[in-house]
């Protein structure tokens, strides 16, 4: 699936960063989970509403980084996250860090829905509005 991408803008702050001064890898995989949980908010897909109605919720399934270059105490960066493929019961997402144009992370991200601890179906609403942001090219 081709996409635009979802953007969101980051700020690197103290508790982000190791002792000298660049951004630690954990840190990277939160900026990573606030975009795909902005990329589903985009789509109307608010994840305490789809647990508190079907008790869904969605769990990393694999991910895979690549962290190319550091970033920096103060850096504003740049989260963008895009659908590569819908499947029945899970998501895959490719996902970046920038600095400006600089590309400072990738991630792949395979997302599964999940309720009562057993993989489940992800329900037609959901498939729809993820199918129809691909289609609109949101």
Known sequence: ???????????????????????QH????????RGRSEFLRARGIVQSS?????SLV???RSMRVEYLRP??????????TSLDKLGGAS?????KILRGAELLAAAQVRVAAVADGRARRLPAEIQALLGRAADDGI
């Open 91 to 95: 998501i895959e997402l490719a996902q």
């Open 71 to 80: 970033a920096r105490m103060d850096d504003e960066l740049c989260v963008e």
């Open 50 to 54: 789809l647990f508190a109605a079907a």
């Open 26 to 33: 954990v840190a990277y995989l939160r900026f990573f989970e």
């Open 58 to 60: 969605f769990v990393v």
């Open 1 to 23: 699936m081709t996409e635009k991408p979802q953007r969101l803008m980051v700020r690197v702050y103290y508790e982000d960063t190791d002792f000298s001064g660049f951004v």
